[in-house]
Every structure is written in C-alpha cells, then in structure tokens.
T-cell receptor, first 113, second 113 residues
Framework: DADVTQTPRNRITKTGKRIMLECSQT?????MYWYRQDPGLGLRLIYY???????NKGEISDGYSVSRQAQAKFSLSLESAIPNQTALYFC????????????FGSGTRLTVV | RKEVEQDPGPFNVPEGATVAFNCTYS??????FFWYRQDCRKEPKLLMS???SGNEDGRFTAQLNRASQYISLLIRDSKLSDSATYLC??????????????FGKGTTLSVSS
C-alpha cells in the first residue's frame, strides 16, 4: 500500500456541486498539506495542518475547506465547485524535522464542467 | 519577485550530456532547500536535499549559495530516464507559514538518444 493515499484518483463533477477529496497516510507524520497544480503555475498551497487541532490557510484557500479527522486523515472540500478549480490536487505529509521533504500522494485529477 | 524562480526550459539534450539547472529564491530567511523530480501527471518525488557545502548523489550534484539566494542542480552523463520536470523547492521563514514548501514552476528536461 502507498504511504499516502488519495481518493478518488479522477473525478468529473458539475459546477455548483460539493465534492470532497480524501487523503490518508501511514507515515505517522503529524503534518499534512493540500496543493493544487495547474499547467504553467506550478504547485500552490491550499491548506496545511500541523496536527489534528491545527488548520492553516495557504496561498489559495478561497473556495476550499479542510477537515483533519485524525492524524492520518486530511480531507479537502470544494463547497460549490467552479470550472477554474479544475486541476491536479496533491496531498502531502511531512515530519516536523527541518530539512525533511514531503511525501506526496498520487494526486486527484478533478474536472469541473 | 516570485518566491522561487526557475527557467522553465525545455532543456533538450542528448544522452551523455551534462546539464545544469538554476533557481533563485526571494526569502532570505528560508532554511531548507530541495530538488524534486516530477514525471508527467505523477506526484513530485524528492530527488535530493541541497546544502551550502554541496550535495552529491551519483550523477546528481546540488549546490546552495545563500549569499546569492541561488540553488543549482547538475546532472552528469544524462540518461533517457532523466527526462522529467525538476522542481526547485524552498522551505522555512520567520513564521509558521514559512514551514510549508514553496515550489518553483519547474524546469523540463528531455534527454534523447
């Protein structure tokens, strides 16, 4: 099994629908992150969480919300999806040590029509 | 000035060539530096950390110049399998938000036979 699992892998949804992207990890890491990737724009941080009781907005949090249900689970919701939220979404985890990189999930490709 | 800037390329090189990528970052308080590799439509994967003293891993050498806020990656004896996008990544700053990774947009490398 992958260390960081994202579901679904692909999703097509209609404008205005609510959708949840889920992420679970077996790394035992405290820190979890949601990024989106768009062609030409690179990876941008949406939300991050350093533990179950800690949630922080990233660079582009508008239109998104998150829930840290447990140390191992961090979900991203789009309350009312819009077409410009079409992107590749990545969940990542890290330990709290400096100098450590992230472990990414395989990504969720979301299309809003 | 963008936080992390890279030449997007593409760099098209023959097998066996040596190729160098450069990156600059704007936040002088940044504390950790990485190169990630991303294959098309896949998740980014940590290639190597970057230190002021230089870091070598086989055919790959990374270097950090804190005074110039400049990071480099050198790939020697390029292989077809090196074809990918290379992401320059910076972490750290004065506040909690600075502990999230900031990604450059990536430099695309294509190695041909």
């Amino acid at each position: 099994d992958a260390d960081v699992t994202q579901t679904p892998r692909n999703r097509i949804t209609k404008t205005g629908k609510r959708i949840m992207l889920e992420c679970s990890q077996t790394k035992g890491h405290d820190r979890m992150y949601w990024y989106r990737q768009d062609p030409g724009l690179g990876l941008r941080l949406i939300y991050y969480s350093f533990d179950v009781k800690d949630i922080n907005k990233g660079e582009i949090s508008d239109g998104y919300s998150v829930s840290r249900q447990a140390q191992a689970k961090f979900s991203l919701s789009l309350e009312s999806a819009i077409p410009n939220q079409t992107a590749l979404y990545f969940c990542a985890t890290s330990s709290d040590g400096e100098g450590y990189g992230y472990t990414f999930g395989s990504g969720t490709r979301l299309t809003v029509v | 000035r963008k936080e992390v800037e890279q030449d997007p390329g593409p760099f098209n090189v023959p097998e066996g060539a040596t190729v160098a990528f450069n990156c600059t970052y704007s936040n002088s308080a940044s504390q950790s530096f990485f190169w990630y590799r991303q294959d098309c439509r896949k998740e980014p994967k940590l290639l190597m950390s970057v230190y002021s003293s230089g870091n070598e891993d086989g055919r790959f050498t990374a270097q950090l110049n804190r005074a110039s806020q400049y990071i480099s990656l050198l790939i020697r004896d390029s292989k077809l399998s090196d074809s990918a996008t290379y992401l320059c990544v910076v972490k750290g700053g004065h506040n909690q938000a600075g502990t999230a990774l900031i990604f450059g947009k990536g430099t695309t490398l294509s190695v041909s036979s």
